[in-house]
């Protein structure tokens, strides 16, 4: 069955540094995902992306996030410039356009020291 | 907001006994979607049901809507220590384009064998 996958499966960063997260899609799904879930509380969903752009996005994804989906099977969530409140799990989402079911990610750890 | 929030927040039972969580929400909803979550992993898809369905199974799974009290319940039935997790709801709204997610706080489940 296919599956999600993401990559590395723990980050450890700097205060400042950029960090790529990356995701590659199940083959058929064309809407893409990022959450986030901070230790201990909710998922929290940082914004979609359907047809090479972004769809919507929460009042986490600031200036500081951006998304790419550079070659047709990677998905990437950019952090320019990491905070030490932006350690947290991240995950990515994806679905096709007649299904509403959305099959995450095992997860990326990210960890701002 | 249109999170959903589970209760209990942790439940403990006995294997061989049932579990049900049970989830609100305060928006319109298109879907709403369960999900498993073993500690510090991703989170696996349970099961959706849409806004004009009343119960769907799946497996061991039963899970029921409400939209008139804006209730969800996810019934385990004959549970095992392996079903062992956190499960969360999560909601899609009618209002946005992209479906994304909003997930409540989730209920933390133990199943002593």
């Known amino acids: 069955e296919p599956e999600v996958t993401q990559t590395p499966s723990h980050q450890v960063t700097q205060m400042g540094q950029e960090v790529i997260l990356r995701c590659v899609p199940i083959?058929?799904?064309?809407?893409f995902y990022w959450y986030r879930q901070i230790l201990g509380q909710k998922v929290e969903f940082l914004v979609s992306?359907?047809?090479?752009?972004?769809?919507?996005k929460s009042e986490i994804f600031d200036d500081q996030f951006s998304v790419e989906r550079p070659d047709g099977s990677n998905f990437t969530l950019k952090i320019r410039s990491t905070k030490l409140e932006d350690s947290a799990m991240y995950f990515c989402?994806?679905?096709?356009?007649?299904?509403?079911?959305?099959?995450f990610g095992p997860g990326t750890r990210l960890t701002v020291t | 907001s249109q999170q959903g929030e589970e209760d209990p927040q942790a439940l403990s039972i006995q294997e061989g006994e049932n579990a049900t969580m049970n989830c609100s929400y305060k928006?319109?909803?298109?879907?709403l979607q369960w999900y498993r979550q073993n500690s510090g992993r991703g989170l696996v898809h349970l099961i959706l049901?849409?806004?004009?369905?009343r119960e769907k199974h799946s497996g061991r799974l039963r899970v029921t809507l409400d939209t008139s009290k804006k209730s969800s319940s996810l019934l385990i039935t004959a549970s095992r220590a392996a079903d062992t997790a956190s499960y969360f709801c999560?909601?899609?709204?009618?209002?946005?384009?992209?479906?994304?997610?909003?997930f409540g706080s989730g209920t933390r489940l133990l199943v002593r064998p």
């Open positions: 083959s058929n799904h064309l809407y």
């Open positions: 999560a909601t899609a709204g009618t209002e946005d384009s992209s479906y994304k997610l909003i």
């Open positions: 992306f359907y047809n090479n752009e972004i769809s919507e």
């Open positions: 928006t319109s909803i298109n879907n």
């Open positions: 049901i849409r806004s004009n369905e």
């Open positions: 989402a994806g679905r096709t356009l007649e299904d509403f079911e959305q099959y």
